[in-house]
């Protein structure tokens, strides 16, 4: 189910008094800036919602590009290939991401040159972090600001290395879990089953496993939504 602004829900019977506590899945690539304004909104909604809920945080991996190449591909070329747009468009879109991540508070800065790159050891790092520690979100804003901020490669090793360490994980384990793979088949089973759910685009935010709200929304629509259900 997508809730949007104007969304019906259905109320449940008994209502609990106190804090309502929710599991939200945020299904998201690091590649994507709507994530970025995603969660961004949703953090301002949290913040507005303080006293009356509490959130769960789950970060669930999904790849826009599957199968990028190791080099990546220079992001004008992949936009014009991906979705048609003019080398214009594409323009006024990132000027438009840039300006709504700065009302938000994060500096997105697109530079010439810049690759899309493959994000799936990111990935991996990411439920290593979500498995075994309360940084998960800590580690997803992190690699979030090093690419679209610090334009830092985060499909190589070391920088992920570095990043993780940055966060206060450790370092050489994530060398290790990278050079083994080890949660390589959990990832591949959980973008998998995100899409048998439906999800088609990031980011998607999944309430209490049983509600979706889509897109890179602003706060006012994640209050409103999250109030409906809380209700």
Known sequence: MTISANSDIEKPGIKTSGIKKLRIDIVSDVMCPWCVIGYKGLNEALKQLEGELEADIHWQPFELNPNMSEQGQELGEHI?????????????????????????????????????????????????????????????????????????????????????????????????????????????????????????????????????????QPPEVFVQGLRQMIE
Do not use: C
């Open 80 to 216: 014009a290939e991906k979705y048609g747009s003019t080398p214009e468009q594409s323009q006024q879109n990132r000027d438009h991401i840039t300006q709504l991540g700065a009302k938000l508070g994060f500096e997105f800065n697109f530079t010439e040159g810049q690759r899309i790159l493959n994000t799936f050891k990111a990935h991996q790092l990411l439920h290593w972090a979500g498995e075994s520690s309360n940084l998960q979100t800590e580690l997803k804003m992190a690699l979030l600001t090093a690419y679209f901020t610090q334009g830092r490669d985060v499909h190589d090793d070391e920088v992920l290395a570095q990043i993780v360490g940055e966060v206060g994980l450790d370092a050489d384990f994530a060398r290790k879990l990278l050079a083994d793979g080890v949660y390589a088949g959990d990832v591949r089973a959980l973008q998998e089953q995100w899409r048998q759910m439906g999800v088609t685009a990031v980011p998607t935010f999944i309430i209490d496993e049983k509600y979706m709200i889509s897109g890179g």
